[in-house]
């Protein structure tokens, strides 16, 4: 309550100061960037590539806090409950829509939050460590139903893009794996180059690089289409999983009771980074697609958050998943 309170004077604080010392004059010093989960993942490597951008834009620097676990549901509450300044951004994929309904949450991912656009539509892959390498996806599907008892499969925890992806996955091929909760893919990824994870279904922007290097193996994406990025990869749809299809974005919010004029400013940079040649090529370069212009809104935010928390609340609650 005494919280409530306190937030709600600093919003009015925030509102008077931004009218009374205009706030055209922001950004005047350096922007936090909260990503909610650890850094090297996919979160952290939109966010970063993003927050070189638009600091070329706001004349500022944007610094990234990583702040994992739990889904993305701590660093979410975390950027819920900063001031609302303009001096803390937030940046989250599909799992700020679908922790409502995997969580008791301490915040709402609508009303404490300022949408401020869309950043990218994003693809998952099946992977496995390197000395797991099976033929094709069919090779590695028949592998998963006769080995579940032995094979890991790592994710960021619940409600992130890679444990919605593995729930998809179960349920695709009616067989439970024992699933591995990190704070992020990232270290997933480290664990699997060591050799401890045997598979993933992570976001092309962090499987990409070491697919490419020979270090790991990939068997397919999780879009309808194949990625421009990796075009002999084909589609779990094509290569053994009919109607299989999971797409990832990730979008920009301030907390609640930013300024106005604030968001503008910020959602000008957004668009304005996300026209950027050198960004729109090292998203492409990681099977991830700047959306276009009219997505990198608030309204189209807010309605793409709300569709989004629609959508998959009675795929969740079909699933089964215990609410935690
Ligand atoms: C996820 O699975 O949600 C992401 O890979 C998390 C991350 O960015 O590390």
Known sequence: MFQKIAKSLACILVAFWASAAGAQQYPTKVITLIVPFAAGGPSDTIARILAQTMSNSLKQQIIIENVGGAGGTIGAARAAKSDPDGYTLFVHHIGHATAPALYKLSYDPITDFEPIGIINDGASTFVSRNDLAFK?????????????????????????????????????????????????????????????????????????????????????????????????????????????????????????????????????????????????????????????????????????????????????????????
């Open 136 to 324: 094709d996806f069919k090779e590695f599907l028949e592998y998963v139903k006769t080995n579940k008892d032995k094979v890991n499969m790592a994710n960021a925890g619940v409600g992130s893009a890679s444990h919605l992806c593995d729930l998809l996955f179960q349920e695709a091929v009616q067989t439970k794996v024992t699933l591995i909760p990190y704070k992020g893919t990232g270290p997933a990824m480290n664990d699997m180059l060591g050799g401890t994870v045997d598979i993933m279904c992570d976001q092309s922007t962090n499987t990409t690089p070491h697919i490419k290097a020979g270090k790991i193996k990939v068997y397919a994406v999780t879009l309808p289409k194949r990625l421009g990025s990796l075009p002999e990869v084909p589609t779990a749809d094509e290569a053994g999983l009919p109607g299989f299809s999971m797409s990832v974005w990730h979008a920009l919010y301030a907390p609640k009771g930013t300024p106005k004029p604030i968001i503008e400013t910020l959602t000008k940079a957004l668009q304005e980074a996300l026209k950027d040649a050198n960004l729109m090529q090292r998203y492409a370069d990681l099977g991830a697609e700047a959306v276009p212009q009219e997505r990198a809104t608030p309204a189209a935010l807010g309605a793409h958050l709300k569709s989004e928390i629609d959508r998959w609340g009675p795929i969740i609650k079909k699933a089964g998943v215990p609410v935690n």
